[in-house]
């Protein structure tokens, strides 16, 4: 029977603590004991942790052998900031996956009462990949960066493969784009542009910032299903 996995909040070499909702989830609602057994995610490594304490505020382990783990996907998702609803199912998905880091991008299209709302909708974006970390039974939590403007989150994307879902983009797959790539590459960023895509002058910044431009094909998809398709075929080329 497979065990259920937490990730801890706090941790130190031999022992991690679960506080807040994960604690009073064990401690009310599983009704845990000392000496049961579960998986820990402690500082990106996954133990086998045995309860050495329980309240309803905080839940102490002792951590034992550590365990064989995947690692997060090499990915950094650029994600234009779109409806909240649907950005949101887009990042649970991308965690799913196993994207490393996700950077929400306030793009010239996105409207401007999401952009003015986006700052405090960080917390629960990083709530949403905590769960679907566990869900998904992931030993990292992907990084939610604070929203940020393009020019801003183009500074920092550093990694060697950079790539640009465009709708303007015609004959470069992101597969083949991906075939053709230098072999020991490892890094990749991923942009996903909002809702009536990126306008010309951010086109053009993407190209200052050396971003390749690639198509998923003729079809029109919308930002959620576009970053998720992307990101799977990524995943496979990585595989």
Same mark, same amino acid.
């Given at each position: 029977m497979t065990r259920r996995r937490w990730i801890a909040d706090t941790w130190t070499a031999t022992t991690a603590t679960l506080s807040g909702e994960q604690a009073e989830h064990l401690a009310r609602v599983l009704r845990a004991a000392p000496g049961?057994?579960?998986d820990i995610v402690a500082g990106g490594f996954l133990h086998r942790g045995e309860i050495l304490s329980v309240q309803p505020s905080e839940v102490v382990f002792a951590l034992h052998e550590e365990l064989e783990s995947d690692a997060? /996907? &090499? @990915?950094? /998702? @650029? /994600?234009a900031v779109? %409806?909240?609803?649907h950005m949101e199912w887009a990042i649970e998905k991308a965690t799913e996956l196993g994207v490393a880091q996700i950077t929400p991008v306030l793009a010239r299209r996105t409207e401007k009462h999401l952009a003015q709302a $986006? $700052? %405090?909708r960080a917390e629960r974006w990083r709530r949403i990949v905590l769960? =679907? $970390?566990k869900q998904s039974r992931r030993t990292t939590i992907p990084e939610i960066s604070e929203p940020a403007a393009l020019k801003s989150a183009l500074d920092d994307a550093d990694e060697p493969m950079r790539i640009l879902l465009s709708e303007t983009e015609q004959s470069t797959s992101i597969a083949s784009a991906l075939a053709g790539a230098p072999g020991g590459q490892s890094g990749y960023a991923l942009? !996903?542009? &909002?809702?009536?895509?990126?306008? &010309?002058?951010?086109m053009n910044l993407f190209t200052q910032h050396g971003w390749l431009s690639v198509t998923l094909g003729p079809r029109i998809l919308r930002a959620e299903? #576009?970053?998720? =398709? #992307? !990101? =799977?075929i990524l995943s496979s080329? /990585?595989?």
């Open positions: 049961q057994v579960y997060a /996907l &090499p @990915l950094h /998702l @650029l /994600l779109f %409806k909240f609803d $986006s $700052s %405090k769960e =679907a $970390s942009a !996903i542009g &909002p809702e009536g895509g990126w306008t &010309p002058e951010e299903t #576009a970053a998720i =398709a #992307a !990101i =799977a080329h /990585l595989a």
